[in-house]
């Protein structure tokens, strides 16, 4: 799981970086791209120092390696998919996200709520992400 999201992360990483360096005024524009890291304890780096966390270790990673993006941790320790769907619309709408990292889901198996009801919160969540992508208003 962790190779397929690192693997989604890069390849979208990837694509922004070879958009904005084909298109000029879109790399004058945005200076630095942020990438948008919503999800749980995990990711807010629970019981760690926030420097230790793997989203600061991504953020180092790719300032190391030259690609200009700035990590951006939304992260809530005890998030649900539910109070992700809440939180997502407001998050997209401060931060315009170049790329979205969610990361939620272990909180609603600890506490036993149903996959189904997981699974449509996330796909509302990745619904609501395009549409606002679109210019569109979001679903939530």
């Known amino acids: ?39 749980d304890s995990l990711s807010a780096a629970y019981g760690l120092r926030r420097n230790q966390g793997w989203v600061s270790l991504l953020q180092r990673r790719l300032d190391a390696t030259n690609l200009k993006y ?22 997209l709408a401060q931060v315009k996200p170049a790329l979205v990292v969610l990361q939620l889901g272990a909180n609603d198996g600890l ?21 606002q992508k679109q210019g569109w208003s979001s679903l939530a």
């Open 1 to 39: 799981m962790k190779c397929l999201l690192g693997l989604i992360l890069l390849t979208g990483l990837s694509v922004a970086a070879q958009s904005s360096s084909n298109n000029p005024t879109a790399s004058a524009i945005s200076q630095k791209p942020t990438i948008l890291i919503f999800g």
């Open 70 to 91: 700035n990590v951006e941790n939304r992260s809530l320790s005890g998030e649900t998919t539910f109070g992700g769907l809440e939180r997502l619309p407001r998050a």
């Open 111 to 131: 506490r036993g709520l149903d996959l189904r009801t997981s699974r449509a919160n996330l796909k509302a969540m990745i619904k609501n992400h395009w549409m």
